[in-house]
């Protein structure tokens, strides 16, 4: 079993990756490059994946976070991907991450 703090370091990276890849365009170049799409698509598939792994006490210590719907997302991408709203998706880059950014940051700073 990993320690909480690499899937914590995990999940960070794949925000900042996130950010990187939609930084300048906006929704619409998300919208016009399957390219853009993939990337972000994969990253939050793997961010998800990696909330998974973490700990009972620590996803308890921070009820702020919708662990549960991160985890419900993240099967919609692994097994729904033909249905996946792109609309949804990057409302989920411009509202959600954000906040979700702010608090794996707040989580690795109670680990320092």
Same mark, same amino acid.
């Given at each position: 079993?990993? #320690? ?7 999940? !960070? +990276?794949?925000?900042? !990756?996130? +950010? ?8 619409? &170049?998300? =919208? &016009?490059?399957? =390219?853009?799409? #993939?990337?972000?698509? !994969?990253?939050?598939?793997?961010? &998800? +994946? /990696?909330?998974?792994? =973490?700990?009972?006490?620590?996803? +308890? &210590?921070?009820?702020?976070? #919708?662990?549960?719907?991160? /985890?419900?997302? !993240?099967?919609?991408?692994?097994? @729904?991907?033909? @249905?996946?709203?792109? #609309? ?10 954000? /906040? ?5 940051? /707040? ?6």
């Amino acid at each position: 079993m990993k #320690d909480d703090k690499l899937y914590l370091i995990h999940i !960070r +990276e794949c925000i900042e !990756r996130i +950010e990187k890849y939609t930084t300048g365009g906006g929704k619409d &170049a998300f =919208l &016009a490059s399957t =390219l853009i799409q #993939d990337a972000v698509m !994969r990253n939050l598939q793997t961010m &998800a +994946e /990696s909330t998974q792994r =973490l700990s009972d006490a620590t996803k +308890e &210590a921070h009820p702020e976070v #919708d662990w549960y719907k991160i /985890s419900g997302f !993240r099967n919609v991408l692994v097994h @729904g991907y033909l @249905g996946v709203d792109l #609309d949804r998706v990057w409302i989920i880059v411009e509202r959600d991450l954000p /906040s979700l950014k702010r608090a794996i940051t /707040s989580m690795l700073k109670e680990r320092e």
